[in-house]
């Protein structure tokens, strides 16, 4: 049993600053290994949910549009996260673009342009996997 249902395209990613209070984040998820309750997001390394997650596991998700406005009579969700790099992180962008197809592909690009045009540093590949409570 999936615990978000597969047909939901985001989830609101709630991670916690120092102070408790929640910062939601519309992001795209992905289921990521064997255990029905563990999913998976794609983010940059100095993203704000990256810093707060690595000061605070702990999590709460729900279904949401693009713009992070949760779904009506969403469940939610509480578990924890965690960052991973090198292989895990090559595995949960791969998790993504299969879910997300030729829309994480053109994101794919469209971002790298972006980032060639800002002149990025290049950040470790930092990614999160996510397990939900039973």
Known sequence: MNFLADNEKYVSLVSYRASGTGVPTAVWFAKFGDAANTY???????????????????????????KGNVTVSATTYSGFARLVTGTEAVAVRKAIAKRYGITY????????????????????????????ND
């Open 105 to 132: 592909k053109l994101f794919s690009v469209y971002n790298s342009i972006g980032s060639l045009l800002k002149r990025r540093y290049a950040l470790p590949e930092t990614n999160i996997i996510f397990t939900l």
């Open 40 to 66: 998976c997001v794609i983010t940059e390394a100095n993203a704000g949910k990256v810093k707060r997650i690595r000061k605070n596991p702990n999590i709460e998700v729900q279904a949401c549009d693009i």
